[in-house]
């Protein structure tokens, strides 16, 4: 099941166990992975060409919308990002823990290239 084409959305207190998460990744046919994200400084704005979520299972941070607003995340959260879906993960000060899935299996930096925002399909839309 593809996502809804449109702008990334975190939706607050999600979830609070692993098996929640696990019943919406089939839920939404994607294949999970864990994402361990020690410190680092923010990305700049971009863009995946393939759906993702991450569930967020430790530690909190920050995303930027197309906007480029802030988005707080902490633990239960679910970040959902269509396809391109123009956003930033934010400066990471503890480690983040993140149960992600995408909808092909594979290694999921390899999967998820960084695409510049001008070239999205959602670009100033």
Known sequence: MALEPGPMQVIKNFHSTK???????????????????????ELPPHW??????????EGSSYVLNE???????S???????PAGAIHAEGKVEERMVYI????????????LSLLPPEESPLYGK
């Open 100 to 111: 992600v899935g995408i909808p092909v299996a594979g290694n999921l930096l390899e999967k």
């Open 48 to 57: 995946h060409d393939l759906d993702n979520c991450g569930y967020v299972m």
């Open 67 to 73: 906007k480029g607003e802030r988005v707080q995340l």
């Open 19 to 41: 098996d929640e998460v696990l019943d919406d990744i089939k839920k939404l046919d994607l294949w999970p992975t864990v994402y361990v994200s020690e410190r680092m400084e």
């Open 75 to 81: 633990a239960g959260d679910k970040l959902q990002i």
